[in-house]
C-alpha cells in the first residue's frame, strides 16, 4: 500500500512517459501466430521493434494515417502529440455479428486451453482450476461493463508471484492471497488510480518480461528433476523438444490452428502410441479430477479457514507481497489490453462511463468471484485480445461465448485434456519463457548506448540501459511488483537528475 502514494508523486513528475502499443511477440502466450502481440512502451512510436529475436516484421496498425504523430521534445520532458484522420480503421470497421463474435470466442478458447492448464501446475493445484478461473473472468469481465473486446482470463504473469507463495507455503494461502489482490484492484478503480500505469517506460517494461521469462523457464526443471528420478529424462526431453519446435515452427507453414494445442495433441499422442513412461495430467491429479460432467464443477472454498487466516496478521503479511505483485502485473497489462483495443479498432469505447475504471473493477470483481471458488483469477489478456480482434470479434459476446467455450472443454472434454503429458506441457512453458524475454528491446538499447549520435545524450541512453538491467536483475532475483517500481523511480529520478545538471 505504500507504494500507491509513490506512484501518485512520480506521476506529477517530469520527464512524463506515455504508452504506445505496438504489435510484438506475446510474452506469455501460448497461441497461434497470430495472436503473439503484446505492449510495447515505446518513446517513440515511430520506431516499432519486433520482438522475436529473428527479427521477423509484423504488420503495423500504427502504419495507419489516423496514427500519424508527432513528437515534441524540450529540456525536460517527451511529449505526444496524436492526429487523426478521418479515415476509418483497417481492422475493424463495422460491429461483428453474434455468428461471428461466437466463432472469435471459440478460437480464443482454443488458444487458452493449454495455457490455462499450464498456469495451474505451475501454481501446484488441480489442472482444471486455471480453466474455471478462465471461465469466471471471461464471464464477469463483459457483465460488469470491461472494455468491449477485451479478452479477460488465466494469464502466466499473474501465476509467477503466486506460484513463488504456493511452492514455499503451500496452496492454502492462495484464496487469501487472490481476495487481498482483488481488494487492492478494487481500490485502485474507486480512487480512480489507472493512470499510474502510464509512468512504465520500454526499458522498465523490457526488464520485468526479462526477469519473467528467466523465472518461467527456471520453474520447468521440476519437470525433468522427476522424470529423471523415474527413468524417463530422455523421452521427457525428447517430448518436450517436440512441442516446443511445433509451437515455433508451425505459424510458418499456417495460422489456421493453435500452434500449441498441436504441439500438445502430437507431443501427447507420439508419447502415448510409442507407450513412453511420461507422467500426465491425470496421473499427477487426485483421483476423479478428469472425470468431467457436473463433479468437474467448482466449488466453494472453506469459508471458516478464511477468516481464520484474514484474521490472523502473520498470514495477511505473508501473503502481502504476492498480492501487491499481483495487482500491479494484473492492472498494467489489463489497461493496456484496453489500448489494444482503441489502438486496433480506430476508436475508443462509445460507452456512458469511465471504461478503464470499470475495466478494473471488472477484473477485481472477477478475481474475487474467481477466489471464492478456489480458483486464482486472472486480468486482461492482451495476446488473445488480439487474437479475438483478427478473428472478427470485438463486442461483449465474443468474450463470453469464448468463457462457454472453455466451459464446454471442463464439462464434457475433460477425460481427453487429462491424458496431456507433463513433459509436452514443459515444452510449451519453455516457448512462453523464451518468448517473453525481449530479446530485441534489450539488445537495441545496449546498440543504442555503443553508437554515436542518435537521440538523445550517451548519458539518457546510458540511463535507460541501467534502468532495463536494474528492474531484469530485481525482477528475476527479488520481486516482479518491486522490480516494475524500482525500475521507473530510478530512470525518471536519473533522468531528472541529469536535466537539472544540465541545465546548470
Not at 529520478?493 to 537539472?500: A, D, E
Amino acid at each position: 500500500m505504500v507504494m500507491l502514494p509513490l506512484l501518485l508523486l512520480l506521476s506529477s513528475s517530469s520527464p512524463a512517459w506515455a504508452f504506445s502499443v505496438a504489435p510484438r511477440r506475446s510474452p506469455v502466450a501460448i497461441s497461434s501466430g497470430d495472436s503473439r502481440w503484446c505492449p510495447v512502451v515505446a518513446k517513440e512510436p515511430s520506431r516499432l521493434f519486433s520482438f522475436d529475436p529473428f527479427k521477423k516484421s509484423y504488420p503495423s496498425y500504427r502504419n495507419h494515417p489516423s496514427y500519424s504523430t508527432t513528437w515534441k521534445k524540450n529540456k525536460s520532458s517527451l511529449q505526444l502529440s496524436g492526429s487523426s484522420s478521418s479515415e476509418s480503421s483497417t481492422t475493424t470497421t463495422t460491429s461483428p455479428t453474434r455468428i461471428q463474435e461466437a466463432l472469435a470466442g471459440l478460437t480464443v478458447a482454443f488458444s487458452l486451453l493449454s495455457k490455462a492448464i499450464a498456469c495451474s501446475a505451475i501454481v501446484g493445484v488441480n489442472p482444471l482450476v486455471g480453466l474455471w478461473s478462465s471461465v469466471i473472468m471471461g464471464i464477469t469481465a463483459p457483465l460488469i461493463g470491461s472494455r468491449a473486446g477485451v479478452i479477460s482470463g488465466t494469464a502466466a504473469v499473474v501465476i509467477v508471484p503466486l506460484s513463488a507463495l504456493t511452492v514455499t507455503h503451500g496452496v492454502e494461502y492462495m484464496p487469501l492471497c487472490i481476495i487481498l489482490s482483488a481488494i487492492l484492484q478494487g481500490l485502485f478503480g474507486v480512487f480512480n488510480l489507472a493512470k499510474t500505469a502510464d509512468l512504465v517506460s520500454e526499458e522498465v517494461l523490457s526488464g520485468f518480461l526479462n526477469g519473467l521469462g528467466f523465472i518461467l523457464l527456471f520453474s520447468q526443471a521440476k519437470v525433468f528433476k522427476a522424470a529423471k528420478a523415474g527413468g524417463a529424462l530422455l523421452p521427457a526431453v525428447g517430448m518436450a523438444s517436440l512441442c516446443f519446435s511445433i509451437v515455433q515452427l508451425l505459424p510458418l507453414v499456417t495460422k489456421a490452428v493453435p500452434s500449441s494445442l498441436v504441439g500438445l495433441v502430437v507431443a501427447t499422442g507420439l508419447g502415448m502410441m510409442l507407450k513412453l513412461p511420461l507422467a500426465t495430467l491425470e496421473s499427477t491429479a487426485p483421483a476423479g479430477t478428469f472425470s468431467g460432467g457436473l463433479s468437474s464443477l467448482p466449488s466453494l472454498i472453506d469459508f471458516g479457514q478464511l477468516r481464520s487466516m484474514a484474521t490472523s496478521s502473520s498470514a495477511v503479511k505473508l501473503v502481502m507481497p504476492a498480492a501487491i505483485s499481483i495487482m500491479i502485473i494484473a492492472l498494467v497489462e489489463t489497461l493496456l489490453a484496453g489500448k489494444v483495443v482503441d489502438d486496433m479498432t480506430g476508436k475508443t469505447d462509445d460507452a456512458d462511463y469511465d471504461v478503464p475504471k470499470r475495466s478494473v473493477l471488472a477484473m477485481s470483481t472477477g478475481n474475487l468471484v474467481s477466489a471464492f471458488l478456489g480458483g486464482f483469477g486472472g486480468c486482461g489478456l492482451i495476446p488473445q485480445t488480439v487474437l479475438n480482434l483478427k478473428s472478427g470479434g470485438g463486442g461483449p459476446f465474443s468474450s463470453i461465448s469464448y468463457a462457454l467455450a472453455m466451459a464446454s472443454f471442463v464439462l464434457f472434454f475433460a477425460p481427453l485434456v487429462g491424458k496431456i503429458s507433463e513433459a509436452a506441457l514443459a515444452g510449451i512453458m519453455i516457448t512462453v519463457a523464451y518468448d517473453t524475454v525481449a530479446w530485441s528491446s534489450s539488445f537495441k538499447s545496449i546498440k543504442a548506448v555503443m553508437a554515436k549520435g542518435g537521440d538523445g545524450t550517451r548519458v539518457q541512453r546510458l540511463i535507460d540501459l541501467f534502468a532495463l538491467g536494474l528492474s531484469s536483475y530485481i525482477c528475476y532475483f527479488g520481486n516482479l511488483a518491486v522490480g516494475i517500481i524500482g525500475g521507473v523511480v530510478a530512470q525518471r529520478g536519473l533522468h531528472s537528475i541529469f536535466n537539472r545538471v544540465s541545465k546548470d
